[in-house]
């Protein structure tokens, strides 16, 4: 294969040097090793190798990361940062080495040009670059997800606790007042209470966006009005008064034109 190789006229050609690519690998990682690669094999017109290469560069690279964001943090801390670089730029360097030696000994031999160092390492820092955005992408996008679907769970919950409440309202004509107090102190008030909960808990949420805070402010004021009205019918139940009658009224009213703020 290598006397195969050495019969390869080079002359026109440009290669990315074995020392260029181990630079350019170190700097952007092993998908700019995988670009330089796919280069000199264009070169060779071995268009097809090189784009084998290059996705085969991806999958190292995702590897690299999936390996380094499985090992503890405590443990990632001790490895001092150069290791793991100086391993996968190792094994890239042996890589180069056994598909270009021969050719690149030749080529070196006639005097023929390869890329400077600096163009490579150019190349690296530009992978470097687009590895960062898509890293910063991907935990914005992760974060993004996390944020939402632990808003849903507690809004979730929030409408659990309203529906099972306002079932108090078709008891009303139906069960005795104690029955009616009963529910009022074990499911209906509690339920109103964990709903102001949520939802103040829900304000911490990191990131939560504005539109979701403005939310929040609509709904513990529903929530704080639920809650007064439903101890008010305690009480107006518990002393067998309608003394009530009138303030109940005007909360239901509240309560209705916050509903329209929230709709």
């Known amino acids: ?36 690669i796919r280069e000199n094999y264009k070169a060779l017109d071995q268009t097809e190798k090189g784009n084998k290469a290059l996705i085969i560069s991806i999958v190292a690279m995702i590897t ?14 001790k490895i001092p940062k150069v290791v793991i670089p100086a391993i996968y730029t ?24 390869f890329f400077s160092r600096w163009r490579a390492a150019g190349i690296g820092f530009i992978s470097l670059l687009v590895l960062v955005v898509c890293l910063f ?34 008891h009303m004509d ?10 009022l102190n074990d499911k209906v008030i509690p339920a109103w209470k964990e709903n102001i909960v949520l939802i103040k808990e829900a304000n911490t949420i990191e990131g939560l966006p504005d539109d979701l805070v403005v939310q929040n402010k609509k709904l513990i004021r529903y929530a704080e009005l639920r809650l007064e009205a439903f ?3 305690k009480k107006s139940l518990s002393e067998d008064t309608n003394k009530y009658d009138a303030q109940l009224t005007a909360l239901h009213d509240q309560i209705d034109e916050q509903l329209k703020l929230l709709n």
Not at 174 to 183: C, H, K, P, V, Y
């Open 1 to 36: 294969m290598q006397t195969r190789q050495k019969e390869i006229n080079t002359k026109e050609l440009t290669f990315y040097s074995q020392k260029a690519i181990g630079i350019a690998t170190f700097i952007g990682g092993p998908i700019a090793a995988g670009y330089l």
């Open 174 to 183: 139906t069960e005795s007042s104690f029955s009616l107090i009963l529910e």
């Open 231 to 233: 101890e008010l019918f």
């Open 64 to 77: 690299v990361l999936a390996l380094i964001f499985s090992i503890p943090e405590h443990i990632i801390e």
């Open 90 to 113: 190792g094994a890239i360097y042996l890589i180069v080495e056994k598909i270009f030696g021969a050719i690149f000994k030749q080529h070196e031999e006639n005097e023929y040009a």
């Open 137 to 170: 992408g991907y935990d914005y996008a992760t974060t993004d997800f996390e944020m939402q679907d632990s808003y849903n769970t507690k809004i979730d919950q929030f409408v659990k606790n309203e529906n099972e409440s306002l079932a108090f309202y078709s």
